[in-house]
C-alpha cells in the first residue's frame, strides 16, 4: 500500500538509504569489514530502541553519523533538543536495529506499510492479543506510552520475519509528534492494518493501487 506523498521527505530518503546499506552490510553483502562494523553499529543502537533521543545523546549522535544522506538544514535541529525530523530519524533507526537482530535477511523493504506489516502479523499470528496490541498504540495518550508500544510490536514483527519500509515510518513517526497531523496518521494506520488482514481480497487489487 503506498504512502502519501510526503514519503519523498529528506527524512524518508536519507532513512530508507540507510536502512537499506546497514541490512546489505549486516547481511555481509559488501565483505567482512562492513559486515562487523554494521553489526557493532546495531548493537549500539538497538540498546535505545523505544527511549527518548534527548536521553541518548551519544547514540543521538551515532544515528546522525550513519545516516548515508544527511537531513536537509530545514530538518535539522538548531538549539538544546531534537528537532521532529532528528527525533524521528532516532526512533526509526533504533527501531530498525531492534529489527535487524539476528535477522537473515532483510527488515527494511518498499512494499509494506509499518501498519499493514503489523494487520499482515495479526491475519498469520496464532495469538488474539496483536489487534489489542495495536489499538493500545494507536490510543496511546504520551509520546512514552507509543514508544513502548511500538517496541513491542517491532518485537512481534521480527519474531514473524515481517518487514516494513523504514522511511514511510519515520515520516508517520515525525507527524505523530505534531497534534494537527497526529490523527491523520493514526486513521491511516487503522486503515492499512485492517486492509492487510484481508489478502485474498486485496491482492487483485494491489497493483493497481501502487502504480
Not at 543502537?45 to 527518548?52: D, H, I, V
Not at 493514526?186 to 501502487?210: C, I, V, Y
Request: aromatic share 8%; glycine share 6%; charged share 20%.
Amino acid at each position: 500500500m503506498n504512502h502519501p506523498q510526503e514519503e519523498q521527505s529528506r527524512l524518508s530518503s536519507s532513512i530508507a538509504t540507510t536502512c537499506s546499506k546497514l541490512q546489505a552490510d549486516y547481511l555481509g553483502r559488501n565483505g567482512y569489514p562492513n559486515q562487523a562494523q554494521a553489526r557493532g553499529t546495531l548493537a549500539e543502537l538497538r540498546k535505545s530502541a523505544g527511549q527518548p533521543a534527548l536521553q541518548n545523546p551519544l547514540v543521538f549522535e551515532n544515528v546522525l553519523s550513519s545516516l548515508v544522506a544527511p537531513l536537509s538544514e530545514k530538518e535539522m535541529g538548531r538549539g538544546d533538543a531534537p528537532s521532529p525530523s532528528e527525533e524521528a530519524a532516532f526512533q526509526a533507526l533504533t527501531y530498525f536495529a531492534l529489527h535487524m537482530q539476528g535477522a537473515t535477511h532483510e527488515v527494511h523493504d518498499s512494499s509494506h506499510s509499518f501498519a499493514s506489516a503489523c494487520g499482515r502479523l495479526a491475519h498469520t499470528s496464532e495469538s488474539k492479543s496483536i489487534k489489542g496490541r495495536f489499538d493500545a498504540l494507536v490510543l496511546a495518550r504520551t509520546a512514552q506510552s507509543r514508544l513502548i508500544q511500538t517496541r513491542s510490536l517491532i518485537s512481534l514483527l521480527r519474531s514473524k520475519d515481517l518487514r516494513f519500509h523504514y522511511g514511510w515510518f519515520a515520516t508517520d513517526l515525525r507527524k505523530l509528534s505534531n497534534p494537527r497531523t497526529r490523527n491523520g496518521v493514526l486513521l491511516r494506520w487503522g486503515r492499512d492494518f485492517a486492509f492487510a488482514q484481508h489478502p485474498r481480497e486485496n491482492n487483485s487489487s494491489s497493483t493497481t493501487k501502487e502504480n
